[in-house]
């Protein structure tokens, strides 16, 4: 709360600097908006001021006698027509050139010897590219003279002119005065680069040569409006309003201190506290934090009616997960017999089954040979006794400990061979197998007795290759015939071979792929990353 009323004081005196620069900005604007006015008004005085003098210079250069006057130069025509207007028109000087840049004729006001021209033959041409209304200031003895310039008898382009008329006024003090007079301003004109500091404010309009070199500068004086006064009142009402603003936020503050954040910070410290001791005397209030002081205590009532409800909950939940995992666990225990009473006893007992069929058929021609393959019955019998009590029992078999897996899987193919004509041949890997933990040698060696009675059952193979590779940090286990093959996508969802392959294949964390066509073998490959490797 503080940190908001600090911020609304912040926006407060923001506003009153913004309207403060905004009225100096309003005062600079004025001032300069009274500089520019007053620069036209100057400029357009001038400009009446010359409109004798340019009329002058344009209608002598349009009249014709003047074009003859180029030609027979008569001195009575030009006094009479051209000195004797200079007073009418309120004109000091003129001169009349011609094309090839000569003097024809001069007169002046003033006595003494006649003025030069203001400007040679270019640059008048100089003069007649800027547009109409030809004029330069020049420096004389007489002092600063503007000078007008038009060409006398020009074609229809405004060029190839005949000569020129120039006619020039004295900027004399009479003429200051007047224009002085004229404008109400006080003008004086200051060489370049001098001007008055000491007033509050000047305006400086530079007159230049046919060279744009400043020869003069006209300077008036303007006395600024004195914003002083208003300057002062706008101060004072500012401190008025900034002073009332800080009243304002003190006794909102206080207020806000008293009425709501101390019972704020009470409710809040019975919150931390979770004791409603603390805001028994706000609960008693009729205003609204008295009502929320109330609802906090309602809520003190019903967390602990909750946590009560929770802690019944949670010894039921508790309860209710030993029960689930109880039969979570006993379902696991029930599928991993199945599976394995399928891929082991039962393997075993269909091995024995072959056997005994094996024995059968050689009964009467080799009687010695079904002998030998009896007795090979018996002991997978006795081994299947054996495993059925490790089964009972709840352990697995205790050979692959002592043995090894490539041991193991050696007498797996042993066994095999002995109860039916068929070569089993097995390849595997040192180093692979002595990757392999406890857990993966078991489940590789049901895979490898899966795949073989499945290659001797369905597919009447006469050779099987085993396989144990180690390819990258993955054991490949490849069990290959050349038995009848299948088709996967018909064999998929029938019997529990292929599911219970898929099912050890993912408990070893890897992948079964089977490749297999009718009349082409099968190949079963298992990939499963190595605890060595992970590690």
Excluded at 498 to 527: I, Y
């Amino acid at each position: 709360m503080t940190l908001l009323l600090g911020l609304l004081l912040i926006v407060f005196l923001g506003a009153l600097l913004v309207l403060r620069r905004g009225a100096q900005a309003r005062i600079a604007e004025l001032q300069h908006e009274s500089r520019r006015n007053s620069l036209h008004v100057i400029k357009q005085w001038i400009d009446l001021s010359n409109q004798p003098l340019q009329r002058f210079a344009r209608d002598f250069g349009e009249w014709p006698e003047l074009a003859a006057f180029l030609d027979h130069r008569d001195g009575r025509w030009a006094e009479k027509n051209l000195r004797a207007n200079l007073a009418n028109y309120d004109a000091h000087a003129l001169w009349v050139i011609s094309a090839k840049g000569e003097l024809l004729y001069s007169a002046q006001t003033n006595p003494g010897p006649p003025l030069p021209p203001p400007a040679t033959l270019e640059e008048l041409a100089k003069l007649a590219r800027t547009g109409p209304g030809h004029h330069l200031f020049t420096e004389s003895r007489d002092g600063l003279l503007q000078v007008w310039g038009e060409p006398i008898a020009p074609d229809q382009t405004g060029e190839n002119a005949r000569g020129w008329l120039l006619v020039a006024r004295w900027w004399s003090p009479r003429f200051l005065a007047n224009l002085s007079r004229l404008a109400e301003m006080t003008l004086q004109l200051v060489p370049p680069g001098q001007h008055d500091t000491r007033e509050a404010d000047r305006l400086l309009l530079p007159l230049q040569d046919i060279r744009r070199n400043t020869l003069r500068q006209l300077q008036t004086i303007l006395p600024l409006p004195d914003f002083t006064a208003s300057l002062a009142a706008d101060t004072l009402a500012v401190r008025v309003l900034l002073l009332f603003g800080l009243l304002v936020i003190a006794t909102v503050w206080l207020g806000v201190q008293q009425w709501i954040l101390r019972p704020l910070q009470q409710i809040s410290l019975s919150l931390a506290r979770e004791d409603p001791a603390g805001i028994a005397t706000l609960r008693k209030g009729r205003d609204e934090l008295g009502r929320v002081a109330e609802l906090v205590g309602i809520s003190f009532a019903q967390k602990q009616a909750m946590l009560l409800l929770g802690e019944e909950r949670q010894r039921a939940e508790q309860q209710l997960r030993k029960s689930d995992e109880l039969v979570r666990r006993s379902l696991e225990l029930r599928a991993r017999l199945a599976r394995d009473l399928h891929d082991g006893v039962i393997q075993s007992i269909y091995a024995a089954g072959l056997g005994l069929e094996s024995a059968l058929s050689d009964l009467e021609q080799n009687p010695t040979a079904a002998r030998t393959r009896l007795a090979n019955c018996r002991q997978s019998l006795n081994s299947v006794i054996r495993e059925v009590r490790g089964f009972i029992d709840g352990l697995e078999p205790e050979q692959i400990q002592r043995h090894g897996f490539a041991q193991e899987l050696a007498a797996l193919a042993r066994s095999m061979q002995a109860l039916w004509p068929v070569r089993i041949v097995t390849k595997v890997a040192a180093a692979a197998a002595r990757a392999l933990e406890i857990g993966q040698e078991i489940h590789a060696l049901h895979i490898c007795r899966e795949c073989i009675s499945n290659a001797l059952r369905h597919g009447e193979a006469k050779k099987i290759l085993i396989i144990l590779n180690q390819e990258a940090g993955l054991a490949a286990l490849t069990v290959r015939d050349d038995g009848h093959g299948f088709d996967p996508a018909q064999a998929a969802g029938q019997g529990y071979g292929l599911k219970n392959l898929a099912a050890r294949a993912r408990e070893l964390g890897g992948a079964l792929q089977v490749d297999s066509r009718p009349g082409h073998g099968t190949a079963v490959t298992v990939k499963f990353p190595l605890k060595e490797a992970a590690a």
